[in-house]
């Protein structure tokens, strides 16, 4: 099969992958630089850009855009995904997300939900 791609689970906890004709990669640093960055969200994964000033910038864009939510197309719901954005590499941010997952979780043990 040509160009197959064969992934297979590994006991220490990453993927190798391998494409016919081609080495198999089991180092975890050569998958980990392969793999795209992705922002998890409950169980929503989106892809971000690798490189820090991009990610800040596209962060930014989205809140920006966000106060602008009462025009066509731009919304309010970019603010908290711009946030999301943002805490990846700016710490007060981050320390703000992880206040308000803490809250939430909390609110939601109280509710019982």
Not at 56 to 78: D, E, K, N, Q, S
């Amino acid at each position: 099969m040509p160009g197959a791609c064969l992934a297979q689970g590994d006991p220490h906890g990453y993927i190798k992958v391998a494409f016919s004709g081609e080495q198999i990669l089991n180092n975890p640093d050569s998958v980990s630089a392969a793999r795209k960055a992705r922002l998890n969200f409950g169980r929503f994964s989106v892809p971000v850009p690798s490189s820090k000033p991009l990610r800040i910038a596209l962060g930014l864009g989205l809140c920006v855009g966000g106060l602008l939510g009462f025009l066509p197309i731009l919304g309010f719901w970019m603010i908290p995904l711009g946030l999301l954005v943002l805490s990846i590499d700016l710490a007060p941010v981050r320390r703000f997300r992880r206040r308000v997952e803490v809250w939430w979780g909390r609110r939601k043990q109280k509710n019982g939900s």
